[in-house]
């Protein structure tokens, strides 16, 4: 990149087609969306005896046909699975129940508010929902699993049992190569050829492709229809070139710029038409289309400002499918943290920096729209040029949360370690939040669970009694007055995380072979490298790498409670085990000298002090290695991963008061790699030395760490350069991931009292952007209340 | 050897080059009015009660072996502390629960000093950082400094010092070896003035300032920005042009008044009326004063990030 392209780059501004394409999405309501659902029921009803992936593909296919579509005249890249934007689209065949019991509140919830037509409410209740009683994911796996999920949740929360899974990266450069049609063609080919036992697999994708491919041709139709009665002659224009773009791409693949954007856009659409999941991820998209990109420039068929004004179109785009989650998984995963996880920079398939003029002009987009969608990811890797690492620091400056931050020097060896090749750890790209998975041939499983070790210890240290709730739920292995020594209740707490991890493993393994059996996937299985050639869906294994991510939390709060019991009870013994568990089964009501002292006294994890880091290295260590010997459902691996994306505080609310002064129900330390917040008080610096101290091997499902600085740090050139430094050490720390807000606490707090004039302010709130407006108020509180860097 | 300092800062971005630690020393030869370090002035150890961490649960009193604690009820401050009484001993701190009750500053080894300064060595090889040396004033603990500074150096870390000059200039010396870059500060050019607000007058520090400059060792130049008193027309002119007397083309920083210190006057029981109705000078202010570096040809360090002093951790 030379400096004369850099600076073309630097001076676009954003157009008024942009500005008035987002200001119209922001200000349409958000609705409950049930045509889909009525669509698939009827289908269900109507071909009883059909395999499932046949009535999953028929299904798809005849949502295409008949769902309402839109198209607003001055959007250049079209199409949505909705004719809304942003609708919670009811996903029946997933799971239903629970909106049975939550549609008259959807409104009203703390978290992801939708508007509910009364109409629809009765619909749902009349059409829908007693046709699914009992057939659903949701009701499937209540009814093998219910009991166990309960007993164990409070230690183990299972993901995935209402909902697709998602959380993939489709081979996206392969639709744009060959495009739909071949890909239908060769399906077709292939169906002719198969053995008698992959014959309805192969059915099952025609299906879905031909209802895709009919789908596109109807945006076709409808701009055509709308050119033709267009009275602005700029509006006709690109309304007719709608038409076009979008009949050629039912013939053929893209050749343009454009129309390669647009038929990754109606790839995702599909996708979230056939899944209804969180998360499909575009992936490296600098890369994969950086050849259309280029030869559009080289023959002077389009400019940076053109190129960059469709890019932002396809941010607004992003930022168009919301997806809808119940009450509790909205508090879990807050804010609609939808996924189009778009990777830039990194390095290429030699091993050679592969940022190029579209990471730019991706950067450039963010900076222009801000908003939730796209996840962007930056790539780093030492080889990273100055000149991206400094213009990533300057979009984050700007404090919409992205880029954040992903190494490669510690990412592409920990996928190695997977057992994923060189070529393809290399061209890794990143899932929902921060979760890492290879390109096109992978279904990572990446939020399989989430694993609270926080509530293990607490189990440990109290008999296996919840503190919250006093039902016996762990093993009886004592309490923290019958340990004799630090290295018996490590033993006892060992002990205590085996029990459960097994127990997860179990219930993971029964919740993927329900996918598989409930929703496979056709039209999704046509993009994952792999199960063509297996004829397999992708549910069922069809996928290259099939692996299985649960997360270790947290980390911060281990440390923090082991090193305070370590200290105070065993080596300096001045609190005596008794008065510890009095304290904690109290929430401190009557000791909050205890708590002070266990707060201030104590060294606490993201303060480079080796030995308390030390014990947070061990036991995501522990857990880890527990997680190697395991094979998952689908032939595949099962492996850590440190985020909790917003689940530390309803994590939080079913720990009791812990030995690190935190009180009962209160949020665990946020993000996954962070600190306890407030907690890390030796700077920033000395935070990345202590997450660096866990191996970042341990973290190949991914890893979540949280920053905050001010924007005064941004305002020179001499501040984004040593930020760009930061970054740069980050890198040679081997750390996987970083990400910062960059806002001011005062922004904060009158976001807080007038959403109304906040209403575009976004926040990281963890792996992912959403609206700090619509963050429920103790989510809120809990993003003012970390600590910050800056002012020194 | 052993000194007695404030703390260790990590990530410190304005007290030089690049991302630094900076080792902020006790004792100081001036007593500015304004100082922005009150704790650094003296090279002891206080006792520091801070009301608001205070869970007034009596620990300290109990541990008190000198009976020096008080706790009366509701009355203010919630701890009286009997400094004739007071040892030192550090039992209360210890005890203390929360952080109401601290020492001002620690005793630390030079070795274990320099251990915390190099922990961030790839922030300050990336960024072409390093350690800072501020106070206080180095010159008051010089062979503490100077084997802290050497250790670093060892390590091939970029070193820094922040010193007011006020001191032997064979001291001062002493430090060049090991000393890459020398932040000076300069007050005021008037001795008379100088000695009001300082309480020493400033003739030994202009001739280490011309010494220094002499030697040829990397030099910024510092000038607080105190309204009124070192922020006047005046007073920058006639530094400005000493400076290019001495130390022709010479790079110079403002630091503008921090009015944040005052708390840190009001913790120590000290008076805060110097800083009652103080305020930072404007953006316009900086630049008109600018003008006049300028024009005696040095050139003006401008960071806009900065905000001057050692500002509480929170």
Known sequence: MNDSVLGTIGELASTSRIGMLKQRMLDEPRFLSIEQARIVTEYYKSNPEEPRNIQRAGSFAETLRRIEIRIDSLELIVGNRTSGVRAGVVSPEAGISWVDDEIERLSERPQDKFEVRSADVDRFRQEILPFWKGKSLEDRVKAALGEELSAIGKVAKINQTDHSQGHICPDTADWLARGPRAIYAGILEKQKTAAPVSCDFYRGMAIALAGALEFIGRYAELAGRMAAGEVSAENRTNLTEIARVCRKLTMEPPSSFREAVQSLWFLFVLLHAESNASSFSPGRADQYLYGYYENDIAKGLLDRAAALEIIESLWLKFNQIVYLRNSSSARYFAGFPIGFNVAIGGLDELGEDAANELSYLFLKAQAHIGLPQPNLSARLSEKSSQSFVQECARVIGLGSGMPQVFNDESIVPALMARGISREDALNYAIVGCVELTTHGNALGWSDAAMFNMVKALELTINNGICLLSGKQIGLDLGSLEDYESYEALEAAFEKQMDHFIERMIKACDRVDRLHAEVLPSPFLSTVIDGCVEKGLDVTAGGARYNLSGIQAIQPANIADSLAAIKQCVYVERNVRPEEALAAIRSDYAENERLRQYLINKVPKYGNDVDWVDEIAAKWVDHFARRMAGYTNARGGAYHSGLYTVSAHVPMGQNVGASLDGRRAKDPLADGGMSAMYGRDRAGPTALLRSVSKINSENGSNGTLLNMKFLPEFFRTEEGIAKFADFLRTFVRLRINHVQFNVIRKEDLLAAKSHPEEWRSLTVRVAGYTAYFAELANDLQDEIIARTSYGEV | ?314
């Not at chain 2, 080894?109 to 922990?119: D, N, V």
């Not at chain 2, 060595?121 to 990336?126: C, S």
């Open chain 2, 1 to 314: 050897m052993d000194g007695s300092i404030i703390d260790i800062k990590r990530f410190t971005l304005h007290d030089g080059q690049g991302i630094r630690s900076t080792l902020f020393l006790k004792g100081c030869g001036l007593r500015c009015a304004w100082c922005q370090n009150p704790e650094g002035l003296e090279t002891g150890i206080n006792l520091w009660y801070l009301e608001t961490q205070c869970i007034r649960c009596g620990v300290c009193v109990e541990s008190c072996p000198s009976d020096a604690l008080r706790m009366d009820g509701e009355s203010h401050p919630f701890i009286q502390i009997n400094r004739q009484r007071c040892t030192l001993c550090g039992d209360c701190v210890a005890a203390c629960p929360t952080t109401a009750l601290s020492f001002d500053g620690r005793v630390i080894s030079a070795a274990a000093a320099a251990e915390t300064l190099l922990r961030d060595v790839e922030f300050y090889r990336q960024s072409a950082g390093g350690i800072t040396i501020s106070g206080g004033d180095p010159l008051v603990q010089p062979d503490f400094a100077i084997e802290v500074l050497e250790i670093c150096r060892k390590a091939g870390v970029h070193t820094a010092i922040e010193t007011c000059l006020f001191g032997n200039y064979e001291t001062l010396e002493r430090f060049v070896p090991c000393t890459d870059l020398f932040i000076v500060d300069l007050k005021l050019d008037d001795s008379a003035l100088h000695l009001e607000y300082t309480h020493r007058d400033n003739k030994l520090i202009k001739r280490n300032y011309a010494a220094l400059a002499r030697r040829g060792v990397e030099l910024l130049t510092r000038i607080p920005l105190i309204p009124g008193i070192t922020a006047t027309e005046s007073n920058i002119s006639a530094l400005a042009r000493f400076i290019r007397e001495e130390n022709p083309g010479a790079r110079v920083e403002f630091v503008n008044f921090n009015p944040l210190a005052r708390n840190k006057y009001a913790l120590m029981n000290r008076s805060t009326e110097f800083f009652d109705g103080m305020v930072p000078l404007s953006a316009s202010g900086i630049d008109a004063l600018q003008k006049i570096l300028e024009s005696e040809g040095l050139v003006v360090v401008r960071d806009h990030t900065r905000s001057s002093g050692r500002s509480e951790v929170a």
